[in-house]
């Protein structure tokens, strides 16, 4: 009997604990970003780059760089098509570009999108 009541008052202890650290956390959660706080964040020469959708050979290449002296920061790929898939999205060696390859299943080509986030 004593082992039930003594594993029941941790339980209870650790129940009320919880609360209080959930209710902790939920005050503390940061203020919604403004969109001026966002701009103010964004790295010098920030801008979104795209290569509209064309279809090429499957497995074949599709390169996007930045434009001027800019770095990619991140990017992507889209294969669009019936039974397409993305095989690769990935920068480029040089870190100013993105490349995005891909195949559809029962087609010699594949469309193929690419983006990449570009900055001083």
Aim: charged share 15%; with cysteine; hydrophobic share 40%.
């Amino acid at each position: 009997m004593q082992s039930k009541r003594f594993l029941a008052i941790p339980l209870t202890v650790l129940a009320a604990g919880a609360c209080l650290t959930a209710t902790a956390a939920a005050s503390e959660r940061p203020a919604p970003v403004t969109a001026v706080a966002r701009h103010s964040a964004l790295p010098p020469g920030y801008q979104l780059v795209t290569l509209p959708n064309a279809n090429v050979g499957n497995f074949q290449r599709r390169t996007l760089y930045c434009p001027g002296t800019k770095k990619v920061l991140g990017g992507g790929a889209e294969a669009r098509g019936n039974r397409a898939i993305l095989v690769g999205s990935f920068p480029t060696d040089d870190g100013r570009g993105w490349i995005g390859i891909g195949r559809q299943d029962g087609y010699n080509d594949v469309g193929i999108s690419v983006f990449a986030i570009c900055a001083d």
